[in-house]
């Protein structure tokens, strides 16, 4: 049984550029939510994603933006990339009927914005 | 805005010594989650209280949630190597979906 599963795990970029990450949830999960996490600091909630829909938003400008596929998997885009975007992103998936319970994670991405 | 607060930030430890760390939310909680990340990795989900006043125990961990479900603890009793890491709180407020976090608790184990 796959856990959570994100790509790309690296990944350095340059202010102004534009960035794509993936996220395939557990199997059998369906509710995927996005996460930044910076150095020595606790996990930022970005958004959640359930049916396709953007469920809820945390306090990220419109640059962050994202979708969900039919098959629950997920992206992550960051438009006009800043110093301050470098970060751990990390991807979570739930069942909807625990959305506020046990989170798993994958190993997330490490963005280097240069 | 709302907010968990996480004391300490470091504790250095003895092996065999007991670690504790507490968290402190700005508003009442659907619940509180614990979960660990170790050194390059992601947070693993250790627990969830749900219950006002509850305890409960993984072994060497005891973790309380308060009555007020606002503030939790962990507490961990004769510590080992295999601990290190560091420890979150995090908790969804009444009505809402995202988790907020606390910003941790590093545990390191003195040499």
């Known amino acids: 049984d796959a856990g959570v599963t994100q790509s790309p795990t690296h990944l350095i970029k340059t202010r102004g550029q534009q960035v794509t990450l993936r996220c395939s949830p557990k199997s059998g999960h369906d509710t995927v939510s996005w996460y930044q996490q910076a150095l020595g600091q606790g996990p930022q909630f970005i958004f959640q994603?359930?049916?396709?829909?953007?469920?809820q938003r945390g306090n990220f400008p419109d640059r962050f933006s994202g979708h969900q596929f039919p098959n629950y998997s997920s992206e992550l885009n960051v438009n006009a990339l800043l110093l301050g975007d470098s970060a751990l992103y990390l991807c979570?998936?739930?069942?909807?009927?625990?959305?506020?319970?046990?989170?798993?994670f994958g190993e997330g991405s490490r963005l280097t914005v240069l | 805005g709302q907010q968990v607060m996480q004391i300490p930030q470091y504790q250095h430890v003895q092996e065999g010594e007991d670690f504790t760390t507490y968290c402190n939310s700005s508003t009442t909680l659907s619940n509180i989650q614990w979960y660990k990340q170790r050194p390059g990795g992601h947070p693993v989900f250790l627990i969830q209280?749900?219950?006002s006043g509850e305890v409960k125990k993984q072994k060497r961990l005891t973790f309380q949630f308060g009555e007020a479900k606002k503030n939790s603890s962990l507490h961990i009793t004769a510590t080992q190597t295999t601990d290190v890491g560091t420890y979150f709180c995090a908790g969804p407020p009444q009505s809402n979906y995202q988790l907020i976090w606390g910003a941790g608790t590093k545990l390191i184990i003195k040499p």
């Open positions: 994603y359930y049916e396709e829909e953007e469920r």
């Open positions: 209280l749900v219950k």
């Open positions: 979570a998936s739930s069942l909807d009927l625990a959305s506020t319970g046990e989170l798993f």
